[in-house]
């Protein structure tokens, strides 16, 4: 197109191997050529409250977390694991789609920490069971870590992402959670961010992200 005049830049016919800015106004056959302008990506971290589900919509009209941020950004977002309706604590928000494939994929092996307070306290041995592995109506569930700091309270770390993995522990125990807060997700914490707000990821934080989605491991034991 170029050797047969077609392209034009800022009203001069182009020249082959001819270096651009970037900012010049070029067209095509005397039609303006318009780039689509490059995606701004969004990483957000959102305290969710108790309340809220982790879906973008809801056909009951549900009050949804992203709700409480898409009234500020004109970016569609998309949320990366979720967190059950009466849970509450630290959700990621994204426009990324390749970086939330990646941290959803069952081989990142994601830590996601959690504050429970029970109803009851919880039973002697509790923290090594569930460390060990725990069946609950024919599924197995495992905790990384369990820190005991009070009769009816710990902090629990999770890798596999099973649904409602902690309620339905509590449950085999006969237990029910009065809290159940997640408060790390990965290397991304802030215990200063008040339930309902959000904030954008810093740089720093992006990149520890990215880091940790680069070291996800493949079925077969290897690192991708």
């Not at 994601?110 to 090594?128: Q, R």
């Amino acid at each position: 197109m170029i050797r047969q005049g077609r392209v034009a830049v800022d009203g001069h016919s182009a020249v082959v191997g001819e270096k651009i800015r970037g900012d010049e106004a070029i067209s095509i056959d005397g039609k303006p050529l318009q780039l689509a302008p490059e995606k701004h990506l969004r990483y957000i971290l959102l305290n969710k409250p108790k309340g809220y589900l982790s879906s973008s919509s809801d056909p009951f009209g549900r009050p949804c977390a992203l709700e409480l941020i898409s009234a500020s950004i004109p970016e569609r977002l998309y949320n990366i694991g979720r967190l059950d309706q009466w849970s509450s604590g630290l959700l990621l928000f994204t426009n990324d789609g390749e970086l939330a494939a990646k941290l959803m994929h069952p081989s990142s092996e994601i830590e996601k920490e959690y504050v429970i307070s029970t109803d009851a306290p919880l039973p002697e041995g509790f923290a090594t069971k569930f460390i060990h592995g725990i069946v609950h109506e024919g599924v197995r569930y495992r905790a990384r870590s369990v820190r005991q700091t009070a009769p009816d309270r710990a902090f629990i770390v999770l890798i596999e992402g099973k649904n409602r993995e902690i309620r339905r522990v509590l449950e085999h125990f006969k237990l029910r959670a009065r809290i159940l807060e997640r408060v790390r997700i990965g290397p991304i914490a802030d215990a200063k961010l008040p339930p309902g707000e959000w904030r954008d990821l810093s740089p720093k934080e992006v990149e520890a992200l990215k880091s940790l989605a680069k070291a996800q491991r493949t079925p077969g034991g290897r690192q991708a």
